[in-house]
């Protein structure tokens, strides 16, 4: 059982018979929600719940993240989730959809939207990035260092248990606290934690290095669709360097900088946004 997460999930088998689970809520034009590391599924819980009434929600958890399966000796790499991503929604046979992303959800759906440019109605961007920086914040890059990044990551659960605290600015409750952790219960279950660390592509040798060139390539097929940009200004990895760029690439967005608001900018933000996006939704796409 998993602490605060209203929802019953359903499964897909996407590779090799690993299972991938996913939320399909409500019904309606499609928004689909892509969530980052070291968070799921559940990070979007009260945006589902906010939407669900009008529209229909799909909500992937990665491979490797929340209630999927958690392979061992999977790679982990960026174009094995959008390619995952390509394959769930094939399955669930969406051709037209929102999509909201945040984190790591930034580069993978990003990567679907390039490859299906024609398929995406508008965009909803949240403390992310889709294109190539070479800025890691101290406290991530250390995570990247063998043997020790490992201990703190996979054994003290140090990636997990931080964010909860340096990724917001109004302390958690605790069954919310709980919500993230859960699925995150052992060394073999963060496995996928570590590998996004070192998926973080900072020179053109890494292997995802290619991959997310061609992502930051097709941001421009998006320059004219309704993009919504929620950011937290008080985010330490994704700061104000990489909401001035998602400005610079969509200079029509909507902007909405909540000054006091982190990394989990829905979990700051609360309430105080959710008419700004009902009304995103609405103007856009379904009015």
Partial sequence: MVSDYPFQPKTYLVEDGHRMSYLDEGQGKVIVMVHGNPTWSFFYRNLILLLKDRYRIIVPDHL?????????????????????????????????????????????????????????????????????????????????????????????????????????????PKKVRQGYLDPYDSWAHRVAIQRFIEDIPLGAAHPSWKMLKKVEAGLSQFRNRPVLILWGGKDFCFNDHFFKEWQKRFPEARCIYMENAGHYVLEDAGQEVDHLINSFFAEHLFS
Wanted: charge should be positive; glycine fraction near 8%; hydrophobic fraction near 40%.
């Fill in 64 to 172: 490797g993240c929340g209630l999927s399966d958690k392979p061992r000796d999977y790679p982990y790499r960026l174009n094995n989730h959008v390619e995952n991503l390509d394959r769930l929604l094939a399955h669930l046979k969406i051709d037209r959809h929102s999509m909201v992303v945040h984190d790591w959800g930034g580069a993978i759906g990003f990567g679907y939207a390039e490859r299906y440019p024609e398929r995406i109605e508008s965009l909803m961007i949240l403390n992310t990035a889709a294109f190539r920086s070479q800025r890691i914040p101290f406290r991530i890059k250390i995570c990247r260092i063998p043997f020790l990044g490992p201990i703190l990551v996979r054994g003290l659960n140090g990636f997990v248990r931080a964010a909860l605290m340096m990724a917001v600015t109004k302390r958690l």
